[in-house]
């Protein structure tokens, strides 16, 4: 049986993964989640899976879900960092949004968990770091979301030196029916109208 933390267990990634987990409960067993802000939703999660710690990045959040729940409520980056490394974990899914989530995937990596990392920042952000750090600890890490777990499916079982190269198509956002001369005039508040995602003005 599989022992997993999830950080970001509020978002979308979170969600499917626990819906995932919640189909084979011979084969999973949460012990850790965390979330930003999000205490009604984490409340349900932990009556439904029993984690043995969780986390919020809001210490006023975490505060008033103690206040609520049996388990330890822990707080801001440091508590995040604490639910990666439960010494019940063996495998850590890291779906946070941005760059933050490097420091709780180096220390989960260092405390000898196996990452599913669905948070690409972090292989953007410090890739050659996680990855030594992944080598020099014996741990695996496994891309679970979007594009980079495309390229993982298709290159497994490939004899890598015959990859030239790798080529991934976008979507073409708000822009995908503009001409080169409609480009030109392009906008900040264009460029935020993405017909799919909400992706925020960062």
């Known amino acids: 049986m599989k022992a997993i933390s999830i950080l970001g267990s509020t978002g979308s990634i979170g969600t499917q993964s626990l819906e995932v987990i919640q189909k084979y409960p011979s084969k999973f067993k949460i012990t850790g989640l965390t979330a930003n802000s999000n205490i009604t939703l984490l409340k349900k999660q932990i009556a439904k899976f029993r984690p043995y710690a969780v986390a919020l990045m809001d210490e006023k959040s975490a505060n008033q879900l103690q206040k609520v729940v049996k388990i330890k409520v822990y707080s801001g980056i440091e508590g995040v960092i604490k639910v990666a490394c439960l010494k019940e974990t063996d495998t850590v899914i890291n779906s946070v949004v941005g760059s933050i989530g490097v420091v709780p995937t180096m220390a989960a990596i260092k405390a000898k968990k196996n990452i599913a990392l669905a948070n690409k920042e972090t292989l953007v952000t410090a890739g050659d770091i996680v990855m030594k750090a992944v080598k020099k600890n014996k741990v695996i890490l496994m891309p679970i979301d979007s594009e980079h777990s495309a390229i993982f499916q298709c290159l497994n079982g490939e004899n890598i030196k015959k990859v030239r190269r790798i080529i991934i198509t976008a979507s073409g956002g708000p822009f995908?029916?503009?001409?080169?001369?409609?480009?030109?005039?392009?906008q900040l508040?264009?460029?935020?109208?993405?017909?799919?995602?909400?992706?925020g003005q960062k």
């Open 176 to 186: 995908k029916n503009h001409t080169k001369k409609q480009m030109e005039k392009v």
């Open 189 to 199: 508040k264009d460029a935020l109208k993405h017909p799919t995602w909400t992706m």
